[in-house]
């Protein structure tokens, strides 16, 4: 048995992390969407909102579980027995910094593998600060996120009366 996790802040979930998920899930017994409680920037969603936004867009994949872990990834993938970290990837910048991320994860866990899945086109340009900039400045991102999660962004943004 193989599982595998997908770690990120998932500030919000957006159509892209879950073209990954999809393509994801069906590679392994069990892929195990982490969603990191605390990472290095400036977040809009609590870790305990970004789980229910993520678990929420996923409910229809079976094999999929998703949970909030803190301190280093590698450290989490052991505890949930996974042998794999997937990652995705978007442009350039996203493959230096985890081909860095992933030379630093192999000197300190040999034993964990990490498979990176290209994005698919539609997605490439989707970032999650990005999205959050354009759903505060009034533009349409209807086509970028599943509708809960839209919806979640215009409520913190307070757009949903204007």
């Known amino acids: 048995m193989t599982n ?18 999809g393509r994801a899930a069906p590679l392994f017994d069990e892929l195990i969407i982490s969603v990191y409680d605390v990472p ?17 867009a996923v ?8 949970v909030s872990y803190s301190g280093l990834t ?3 993938a052991r505890e949930m027995n996974a042998r794999v970290i997937v990652r995705g990837l978007r442009m350039i910048s996203d493959f230096e910094r985890e081909f860095e991320m992933a030379l630093m ?4 866990a040999p034993d964990i593998e990490l498979v990176c899945l290209m ?3 539609e997605y490439q340009f989707i970032s999650s600060s990005l999205l959050k900039e354009a759903c505060q400045l ?7 996120v599943p509708k809960h999660v839209a919806d ?10 204007k």
Do not use: C, W
């Open 4 to 21: 595998a996790i997908y770690p990120g802040s998932f500030d919000p979930v957006t159509n892209g992390h879950l073209d990954i998920v």
């Open 40 to 56: 290095q920037k400036q977040l809009m969603f609590s870790v305990e909102e970004r789980v229910e936004l993520m678990k929420k």
């Open 59 to 66: 409910a229809n994949l079976a094999n999929i579980r998703v």
């Open 74 to 76: 590698i450290a989490f």
């Open 105 to 108: 994860n192999k000197k300190l």
């Open 119 to 121: 994005t698919s086109l």
């Open 138 to 144: 009034g533009g349409d991102i209807s086509n970028l």
């Open 152 to 161: 979640a962004l215009v409520e913190k943004f307070g757009l949903a009366n």
